[in-house]
Nanobody, 116 residues
């Protein structure tokens, strides 16, 4: 069974940094597109960053220059490094993966809280 297991996150002051990790199990990780989404209270889930199998990346305008998505195929893990965090970055962050079976898979979600 394909699973995504997230770790990282927590509480940080504005201007601080955090790193999220998401490990995939029993997937075709190397050829999969991966992404990070986030959902703030009362708001829709939004795309934060994507990374393709060739490590091409894209970012939401709101996080460009502050967040970096990366992948380690040897560890079947995708990361989101977040710098210069702002209170408006507070949200539950989810990793996402499109697997070869054409299904979408989601991590369990990880709370990131940025205090002002």
């Amino acid at each position: 069974q394909v699973q995504l297991v997230e770790s990282g996150g927590g509480l940080v002051q504005a201007g601080g940094s955090l790193r999220l990790s998401c490990e995939a199990t029993r997937s075709t990780f190397r050829i999969n597109t991966l992404a990070w989404y986030r959902q703030a209270p009362g708001k829709q889930r939004e795309l934060v960053a994507t990374i393709t199998s060739s490590s091409s990346t894209n970012y939401a305008e709101s996080v460009k220059g502050r967040f970096t998505i990366s992948r380690d195929n040897a560890k079947d893990t995708v990361y989101l490094q977040m710098h210069s965090l702002k209170p408006e970055d507070t949200a539950v962050y989810y990793c996402w993966m499109k697997n070869i079976d054409r299904n979408d898979y989601w991590g369990q979600g990880n709370q990131v809280t940025v205090s002002s």
